[in-house]
C-alpha cells in the first residue's frame, strides 16, 4: 500500500514539474514572439518554415530540432519565434511527425529575389552560373557541393581566346569549393573575396559559434566529414586546405561589374579587369557592407562587423550605425576594461531595435561608458582621430578603430543591370 502511495507522489511530482517547464516554455516563446514583432524582426532573412494550423497539433518535434532556437509553440501551434535566426537548416521539416511544414522563400510582407538557374547552375544570361546561397539554397554543405557542380558544368565550356575559364566572386563556402574545383581540373581561374578573410558569413558568425552541417566532398581533398563544428575549427581547417593545395585568392577586391563581350565577359573590380570565359557567382546574399564614402574610409582601422570585443580593449572606439547590429557592437566594446564607445547614428532617434539592445545601451549611456551622438554624420576619418558633426557643429574625438555597421547593399539590382533574372517570391516554395 506504502509503495503505492509512492508511486503516485513520484507521478505526481513528475506531471507537476513537467507542467510547470511547459508553461514557463510557452510564456517565454510568446514573449520571444511579441519582442520580435515589437523590434521589428519578425521576419526571416531567406528559406524559412511555415506551419499547417490543420496538421499541426504542437508536439514540439520541431522545437527540439532547430539547432538556432527559433521555433516555439504558440496557442499550440508552431510559430518562428525569432524570424531572424532562422537560416532554413530545414530540420524541423524532417521532424515533423505530421507533415505540417514547407520550407518556403520569402513572406506575404517581404519578397525574396531568387534567380533562375538551370540544373547545371546557368542563369538566363548564357556563361553566368550562380552557386550557394545566392541561388537560393543556404547552408554550408549545399553552398559548398553546388560551388563543385558548377565548376563541372562551367569546365564544358571551352575558354576560347580569353584570359581565364572562370571568374568566381566570393569566397565563403561555394566559392571555395568552386575553387579547388578549379585547381583540380586545371582550369584557368581568379577567385576575388572583397574582404580580407575567407569563409564568407561562416567567419562572421558570432565566437565560438556551432555549425551543424553534414559531410561533403571537395575535390583535391576529398570528404569532409563534419558534424557540428565550432566555427574557429571550420575556418582553420579551410585555411589549412588554402595552403595545402595552394589555392589562389584574391582578397580585399570586389566585383563592381560584368560586361558582356565577344567571346565572354569583362569582370570589372576595384582592382582591375578580367576577361573570362565564363564567370561564377558565389555572392552569398548579405551583399556589400554599405559605406560611408568619407575621406579616411580606405584605412585598416575601419572595418564593417566587430567580431571580437576583446580586441578593442583600452582602445578609442566609434562605432556609426542606428540598428540591433551597432548596438550591439557598442554594448560589447563597453564592457572591455579601458575602451571609450562613441555610437554615432545620422537620424533622431533609434528604431527597429530590440528592447533589450535599447536599455542596455540607455544603462551603458547613464553610466557613462558609451556617448551617443544622434543626428550625427562622420566627415573624416584620421590616423589618431575622427572629425563627427553632430547638429550643424564639428568635433574631434580621439579613434582607434571605426566600426560602420550601417546594413548591406544587395547584389540583386547589380545582377538584374547584368540581365540576370530573378523571381520574387512571396512565400512559396
Ligand atoms: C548566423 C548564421 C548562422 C548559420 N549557421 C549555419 C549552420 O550552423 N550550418 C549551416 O550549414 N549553415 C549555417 N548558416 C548558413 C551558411 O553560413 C550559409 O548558407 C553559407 O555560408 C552560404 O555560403 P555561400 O558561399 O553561398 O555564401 P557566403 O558564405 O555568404 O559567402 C559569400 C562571399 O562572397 C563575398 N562577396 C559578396 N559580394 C562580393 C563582391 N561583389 N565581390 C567579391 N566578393 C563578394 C562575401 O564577402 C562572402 O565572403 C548560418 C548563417 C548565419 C548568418
Known sequence: MNYLYLYAAIIITIIVLYSRRHVKKVE????LLRESIQSGLAEPPSLHPIFDPALCIGSGSCTTVCPEGAIGIVNGKGVLINAAHCI???ACLA???FDAIKLVFGTEKRGIDIPNISVDFETNVPGIFIAGELGGMGLIRKAAEQGRQAIQSIRKRTSGAAEFDVVIIGCGPAGLSAGLSSVHHKLKYKLIEQEDSLGGAVYHYPRQKIAMTAPVVLDIIGTVKFGEVQKEKLLEFWNDVVQKTGLQISF????????????????RTNKGGYLARSVLLTMGRRGTPRKLDVPGEESHKVVYRLLDPEQYKGQHVLVVGGGDSALEAAIAISDQPGSTVTLSYRSAAFSRVKQKNRSLLEQGEKAGRIRVMLN?????IREKDVLIEAQGEQQTLPNDVVIVCAGGLLPTPLLQKIGIRFETKFGTE
Open 88 to 90: 532554413g537548416h530545414g
Open 252 to 267: 580585399r577586391e570586389r566585383m563592381e561589374s560584368i560586361e558582356k563581350t565577344d567571346d565572354g565577359f569583362l569582370v
Open 95 to 97: 521532424a515533423c511527425p
Open 376 to 380: 550625427s554624420g562622420v566627415k573624416e
Open 28 to 31: 517565454t516563446d510568446k514573449s
